[in-house]
């Protein structure tokens, strides 16, 4: 038993008239490349690394990962494989809020990358993938405690641009800060601090301590992939050359968040 198709009539209105259109529909298949262009053309420069879990457990059935590990700043990740791809933000979280993808915390934010690096090779992202925006840096702060060493060198968590203002307190009858200033007390080479001989802060050799330094300073900032909000994103493209269709991928949406949010520090540094 088949059902009917429906045949009842409706009244014309004064505005009817036939439908422009086609029988058959022209390909509207969006074209992924022009798409990439538009977000070369918008973003900035995004150093991406893949990520990797450490090696450096004792045995797998335990899973027990090395304490103080050189190899991954006991984030318990290694990062593999310098690639240059453009990447535009689309959003940037003020505050937590609720949206359709899920919460957005304090410092994540949505990026869209082209569905190829720069090279010209496919892009691809996953969950921890770290990206460093290396044309624009931000403002951290961090303690460090002063430790004496061979070559007067000190790093801090990412490499310093520029220091902004560096200070100890002077622990004495009265209490006092003493500021270090770029180029009198110390240098920055290659991104970690150089302290010029006889200007380092104290350090007490009986209790093996040294002064705990408060350090502001630029650095750029570094992202850590949360979540791929778009999936193995594919559509169907046609080639007009050859009229055939074929399996395209899109560009790409990942959630991100500042490195230090994702990855336990024993110094945080400051916001944004
Ligand atoms: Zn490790």
Known sequence: MVMDKPIATYPNSPTSMPSPMPFNIPDVSVRAEAYDQILKNRGIRVIHRR?????????????????????????????YGDREIIGTFNGNSMEKTFEQHGVWEIGTAVMTFPSEYADGTEADFQQFDRLEIPDFTVRLYE???YLPTADNTQSVRYDIEKVDFMVVTNVGPKLA???FNVGVDFNIVNGDIVWVDG????????????????VA????????V?????????TQEMDPATGMKVAR???QEVLVRRDFLVHNVSSLPGPA
């Open 143 to 145: 303690l460090l405690e």
């Open 177 to 179: 800060q003493r500021i």
């Open 51 to 79: 990520a990797l879990v450490c090696p450096n457990v004792l045995a797998l059935d335990t899973n027990s990962h090395t304490p103080e590990c050189p190899n991954c700043d006991n984030s318990g990740f290694m990062y």
């Open 217 to 224: 300073y630029y650095a750029n900032p570094i992202y850590i």
């Open 199 to 214: 200007k380092q802060p104290n350090y007490d050799a009986s209790a093996q301590r040294g002064q705990v330094i408060a």
């Open 226 to 234: 949360i979540q791929s909000l778009r999936e193995l994103r594919i």
């Open 249 to 251: 991928r899109m560009p």
